[in-house]
């Protein structure tokens, strides 16, 4: 009954653990220049950056946007310092808001009060995560950017040139010819 008992609480106990990826030994060809210092304030993770600055913990939906992410939550101020990242992965990814209990106030300036959603699809941003992998700062983990927010059939990932365009005079991504091999970081 014991051992029964100290199972299921291990079980129970792995449940808890938080499980991010380890892509640290692959490069995907690409490298996040970080030109300048950025802070992700207390209690927060990511940091958004919009039309070639960082904008805060916010931004505006229907322009391209990047944010990166680190690893841990914290109550003081987390400081990532310019550095050069290696990409280790890139994603595809998609992202559904559903707008649960909105109902519609106005739409091209007439009151509609009381307007129902219609119960067609969520809209979504697509775009892509770049995992990243600094050995001097292991805690910064990942570059998302995503496209506009729209209806799936008109959502579309961000290209390079928009990626490029938004992180601006922040940061750069750029390809590289010549790959690290596993190991060697």
Not at 28 to 46: E, N
Not at 49 to 56: D, K, L, T
Not at 105 to 129: C, F, K, N, W
Request: with cysteine; aromatic share 10%.
């Amino acid at each position: 009954m014991k051992q029964w008992l100290l199972l299921l609480s291990l079980g129970l106990m792995g449940g808890c653990v938080s499980f991010l990826p380890d892509y640290s030994d692959r490069d995907a060809g690409y490298r996040l220049i970080l030109h300048q210092p950025i802070v992700i304030p207390p209690q927060r993770t990511r940091i958004f950056i919009q039309g070639g600055r960082i904008v805060g913990t916010g931004f505006d939906s229907y322009e391209v946007s990047c944010n990166i992410e680190v690893r841990k939550l914290k109550d003081e101020p987390q400081r990532i310092e310019p550095d050069t990242f290696v990409v280790n992965l890139v994603q595809d990814f998609f992202e559904e808001v559903a707008a649960i209990g909105w109902k519609a106030q106005t739409v091209a300036g007439l009151g509609l009060a009381g307007a129902d959603v219609d119960g067609s699809p969520s809209m979504i941003y697509r775009g892509y995560h770049f995992w990243l992998h600094s050995p001097t700062q292991p805690d910064v983990i990942r570059l998302t950017c995503r496209g506009v927010f729209a209806d799936p059939w008109e959502a579309y990932p961000p290209t390079y040139e928009e990626i490029e365009a938004t992180l601006g005079r922040v940061a750069s991504l750029k390809p590289v010819t010549e790959t690290i091999q596993p190991g060697r970081f």
